[in-house]
């Protein structure tokens, strides 16, 4: 499903969760934070093992806005892109910093599985780990992670990287992020917990 959205400039918004209950019923991850990322089209960019970045766009690879949620028991990840489709080879990652470090996640689509697998990267080494969900809707052009918060030691607050990548058999390789327009992707904003996470403090 193609999704037409123009925006100037990449914005975001850190909202709390109450402030959106007029908006429809409340989600189960409803009581956090949300942290609201908005990204110009076609900002996408093309590289391969031979080239650098050029400026290319791609709206199977364009990344149009994406959301953090920050809640009671798990950090949700959205990304939702252009025109996502069952197209060479995904990789969404997603690298959460916390006080105490960064863990990085991967979720890997392509042929025979665009359902997606997801893995944690461990010392440069890609691995299973329990308990962290995901999802992809080609017809909503989304998808979804879900950590939950003790994977993350109970943090205070979270920061999120995150970036989308296409790989065809050719070579080409097209890169986006929802936190600006450059092809390598900066932290966003703090988005701390639900003060019911951590004792109310």
């Known amino acids: ?29 409803a009581a956090g934070q949300t942290l609201r990322l908005h990204d110009p089209v076609g900002d996408t960019w093309s590289y391969s093992d031979v080239s650098g970045y050029v400026p290319d766009p791609q709206p199977a690879a364009d990344v149009l806005r994406a959301q953090v949620t920050h809640g009671r028991n798990a950090v949700g990840v959205r990304m939702v892109l252009d025109d996502l489709r069952h197209l060479g080879t995904q990789w969404y990652r997603v690298e959460i910093q916390t ?13 025979r599985h665009y359902a997606g697998i997801v893995y944690q990267e461990v010392q440069g080494e890609w691995v299973g780990v329990r308990g962290v969900g995901h999802s992809i809707d080609y017809a909503a052009d989304r998808m979804t992670l879900r950590v939950p918060r003790r994977l993350l030691g109970e943090p205070a607050w979270i920061r999120v990287r995150m970036r989308f990548e296409l790989g065809v058999p050719d070579g080409t390789f097209w890169t986006d992020n929802p936190v600006n327009t450059r092809p390598h992707a900066t932290f966003s904003a703090r988005v701390p917990a639900p003060a019911a996470a951590h004792g109310g403090r």
Not at 3 to 23: F, G, R
């Open 99 to 111: 006080p105490t470090g960064i863990l990085w996640f991967i979720v890997e689509a392509g042929k």
């Open 1 to 29: 499903m193609k999704i037409a959205l123009v925006l100037a400039v990449a914005t975001a918004l850190v909202v709390p969760a109450s402030a959106q209950a007029h908006e429809g019923a409340p989600s189960p991850r």
